[in-house]
């Protein structure tokens, strides 16, 4: 109940438009380019399918806050939240999404800065980590 | 036997004495070419193609009519209208390319008072359309916003760059929180 207040109370102090549901800011903030079943344009866009396998590598975690899409956003920490945690659901892995703990405003606000400089390097380092095998997260 | 010979002989010339071929063969020609071209006449297709899509607007009205620029989805758009460029509001002109990789955002629909999320897809691969050009940019942003400007082409993730013109799809209801209205 605490930190269901506290979301709300981030919502509002960010003032983000705010519409109700995550899927809806998914849709606008992120589908345009990620498309309706998060796909992408091979060469163009990243596929968000199988996002949530990033969570089982060290870095995976904040890499995903922090890619341009997400930390440039328009959207309050309390919302970035809400849509990743939805996206993970709903792009999966299951079993990676489920293992993990959801992320929450604050994990948001810390990981969100500072932004990346090369994201393509980054994502680079974590899929060659994930080819390796399940590491230890710290 | 005999009489019923004679007799469908008697009607016979009954009937050629009261047709012609050449008669026959006129009206025939007229039932083949007339059928032939009755779909080419201007018949209120148009009109029928205006009929009220459930959930839209009078068509009779600007909010309604997809070919002006007062359309309820057009409410962010910055292009050409395909429905004015061979295409209509939701599918681009032959030719073209429809663009996966697209601009979103929200217009209100007058007739149910509710917020749409509406996808602008350009139309890719032919010369720019140049009819009805329609620029209104509710929720436009500058162009360091990237995902949120509408002045870029949109044209990625099509064989062609080249922009035509652009289209306005729903792709959700968009219902705002509790605390929208108080900002």
């Known amino acids: 109940m605490k930190r269901a207040l506290l979301l709300v109370v981030a919502a509002l102090l960010a ?46 975690r904040a890499f995903l806050v922090r890619v341009p899409g997400a930390f440039q956003s328009s959207l309050s920490d309390a919302k970035l939240a809400a849509v990743l945690n939805w996206m993970l659901a709903h792009f999966g892995p299951a079993e990676s999404a489920a293992k993990q703990p959801p992320y929450t ?17 980054e994502r680079a380092r974590l899929l060659e980590a994930l080819e390796k095998g399940p590491a230890p997260l710290h | 036997m005999k009489s019923m010979d004679g007799w469908i002989g008697a009607i016979a010339r009954a009937v050629a004495r009261r047709t012609s071929r050449r008669g026959f063969l006129a009206s025939v020609g007229a039932l083949l070419v007339g059928g032939a071209a009755a779909p080419l006449l201007p018949v209120s297709r148009a009109a029928a193609e205006r009929a009220r899509a459930a959930g839209e607007p009078d068509p009779a009205t600007p909010a309604g009519d997809p070919d002006a620029c007062e359309y309820w989805r057009y409410c962010a758009i910055d292009g050409f209208l395909a429905s004015c460029c061979g295409g209509s509001h939701t599918s681009c002109p032959p030719g073209t390319q429809m663009s996966p990789i697209t601009w979103l955002g929200t217009c209100r629909n007058p007739q149910d008072g509710k917020e749409y999320v509406i996808s602008y897809n350009d139309c890719c691969g032919k010369d720019v359309c140049g009819n009805c050009f329609c620029n209104r940019n ?35 209801v968009a219902t705002p929180s509790e605390h929208a209205g108080k900002k």
């Open chain 1, 105 to 121: 405003a604050e994990e948001v606000t810390k990981l969100r800065r500072p932004p990346l400089v090369d994201v393509a390097a």
């Open chain 2, 138 to 172: 509710e929720g436009d942003k500058p162009v360091y916003y990237t995902h949120k400007n509408n002045d870029i082409d949109w044209c990625m993730g099509t064989e062609s760059v080249v922009y035509n013109s652009t289209v306005a799809l729903v792709v959700g």
């Open chain 1, 15 to 60: 003032g983000s438009p705010g519409w109700a549901s995550a899927p809806i800011d998914y849709m606008l903030q992120c589908q345009g380019c990620h498309l309706a079943d998060g796909r992408g344009a091979p060469g163009k866009v990243p596929s968000l399918l199988g996002m949530a396998r990033f969570l089982t590598v060290p870095g995976g």
